[in-house]
């Protein structure tokens, strides 16, 4: 079973229905018990860091959370739900993160004539091709929206990159943890062949 972790900060039952789409069925959710019982979880996210990390403390979430990556289940982090797995944010002020990836959240530094947020397709550039992206070609497009992005510490769990005005991390692999800037379940047909690839992913075969 896969669990979609609802914190009151995201477009769940988008990211739900996407995964119906493709054939696995998704259970919204709260409660760490039913999370211990999932096969796969899922943390989506849209809005502000301050408030999503608070809301994950809030209901007692960060520790399931761990819980479920030291057990090696396959996890996948999408937008804010990238950004929440990293040390610290910078956006409005500094505030501290999961601290499950080492590194942190900035916001674009960009010339004036590139907006922000980056919204809208871009071109995703594999840097290190894992099983999650079997099938998703070279220069696929992916859909963004965002102003602030992760940087890593250890250049070596970026799997994608993208490009706005330089390149930026895009996506993330580090074992059972797979975490993306872009979103799958706004990104059409590749989106959710990726999602299927994560649904039907094995724990071994994850890194």
């Not at 590194?103 to 397709?121: S, T």
């Not at 894992?130 to 890593?152: A, C, K, N």
Request: aromatic letters at 8%; charged letters at 25%.
């Amino acid at each position: 079973m896969i669990a979609i972790i609802d914190y009151r900060m995201g477009n769940l039952r988008s990211v739900q229905k996407a995964f119906e789409k493709v054939g696995h069925s998704a259970e919204i959710t709260c409660d760490p018990l039913v999370l211990a019982r999932a096969d796969r979880i899922v943390l989506p996210g849209v809005g502000g860091f301050q408030d999503a990390i608070a809301e994950l403390h809030r209901r007692d979430l960060a520790g399931p959370i761990r819980d479920a990556i030291d057990a090696g289940k396959p996890m996948l982090g999408i937008c804010l739900g990238l950004q929440l797995l990293f040390d610290v944010s910078y956006e409005d002020g500094e505030h501290e993160g999961l601290g499950i990836v080492p590194g942190k959240v900035e916001r674009f530094e960009v010339p004036a004539e590139f907006k922000v947020p980056h919204m809208g397709w871009n071109e995703a550039k594999i840097v290190r091709r894992v099983p999650i992206l079997e099938g998703i070609e070279e220069g696929t497009h992916f859909y963004f929206v965002h102003s602030y992005h992760v940087v890593p510490d250890d250049p070596q769990v970026v799997a994608v990159e993208a490009e706005y005005h330089r390149p930026f991390c895009a996506m993330i692999c580090q074992d059972n943890l797979i975490a993306t800037q872009f979103h799958p379940e706004k990104s059409q047909a590749k989106g959710l062949h990726l999602l299927r690839n994560f649904a039907e992913l094995s724990v071994e075969a994850s890194a």
